[in-house]
């Protein structure tokens, strides 16, 4: 029976049999001892791990310390808020700052630490209704909805999200479109920030 672990782009938790490529957490324990998902979050620090790094290993799945969560690729991860982890992903972690930082300072926010820059975030995953903005001009790595569903933005197309993988795409629409990717991290992929994104169902490597 899959555990509730993965993270689909709008932030849900659920249970696939599918696979992550990379882990995460959201700051402590979110499971009863039953394994159910009880809350959203344990604090405002939602990370994205690799799945494997130097020779840490967890005892348990879903232990007491914290509830691993997985994530088909990192920009599912980066659309359900969450941003890369400063010990295990040290170099992404940097990058992702330094553009966050400047980012936001172009917009007046000054951000020093990464408790500062996990508040900005926070106030955006949580805000409605969500932002709305051109297909056109958003970043590759960002995900947006169309029909309920999410979609990400790649190479000039829309590509549908699934557990295991990407499934179809489209031409990008002409509207205006509900953004799922926050704004804050929207800026950080325009300035040139790579998200990895899943290729198993995409004509790219």
Known sequence: MPLPNRVDPFGTIFATPHRGAFMGNRGGRLHDT???????WASKAWITCLLA?????RKQVMGDSYTELFFLDEATALAAGHRPCAECRRADYNRFKALFIEAQAAQGV????AMEMDAVLHRERLARPRVTARAVDLPDGSMLVLDTQAWLK????????????YQADRPLPADAVEVLTP?????????GYAA???GSSAPWP
């Open 183 to 191: 704004g804050a991290t929207l800026a950080v992929l325009a300035a």
């Open 154 to 165: 790649r190479d000039g197309r829309l590509w549908l999200w699934g557990p295991g993988g």
């Open 196 to 198: 990895h994104m899943d």
């Open 53 to 57: 790094f130097k020779d840490y290993r």
């Open 110 to 113: 000054t951000v020093r630490t």
């Open 34 to 40: 039953g394994k159910t998902i009880v809350r959203r």
